[in-house]
Nanobody, 123 residues
Framework: QVQLVESGGGLVQAGGSLRLSCAAS????????MGWFRQAPGKEREFVAAINWSGGRTYYADSVKGRFTISRDNAKNTVYLQMNSLKPEDTAVYYCAADLRGSYYLDTSYDYWGQGTQVTVSS
């Protein structure tokens, strides 16, 4: 079992930055991949970024590439999502997810989910 708790969301103006954190507990953190997904009102949940167990490989949605950076600190059992140059279309609830049984890009590949943190970008 893995428990995940996100933090760091909030309200920011367009062009601003936020850093999301996701603290994990339970199984050995360095043994599984982590991902970030988001869901805007009225839309399906979508892939944002993912990172493998060691942090050596990262994956991004085209819509955030060059603006967002995913990283992990296995000593702190935490994964981060640094979000720069935020746009109003980035407004969503952001979820971290753990474990991986398949593609990094599919939410069905992940077994464990946090409760989500709201990110709102004003224009």
């Amino acid at each position: 079992q893995v428990q995940l708790v996100e933090s760091g969301g909030g309200l920011v103006q367009a062009g601003g930055s936020l850093r999301l954190s996701c603290a994990a507990s339970g199984r050995t953190f360095s043994s599984y991949a982590m991902g970030w997904f988001r869901q805007a009102p009225g839309k399906e949940r979508e892939f944002v970024a993912a990172i493998n167990w060691s942090g050596g490989r990262t994956y991004y949605a085209d819509s955030v590439k060059g603006r967002f950076t995913i990283s992990r600190d296995n000593a702190k059992n935490t994964v981060y999502l640094q979000m720069n140059s935020l746009k109003p279309e980035d407004t969503a609830v952001y979820y971290c997810a753990a474990d991986l049984r398949g593609s990094y890009y599919l939410d069905t590949s992940y077994d464990y989910w946090g409760q989500g943190t709201q990110v709102t970008v004003s224009s």
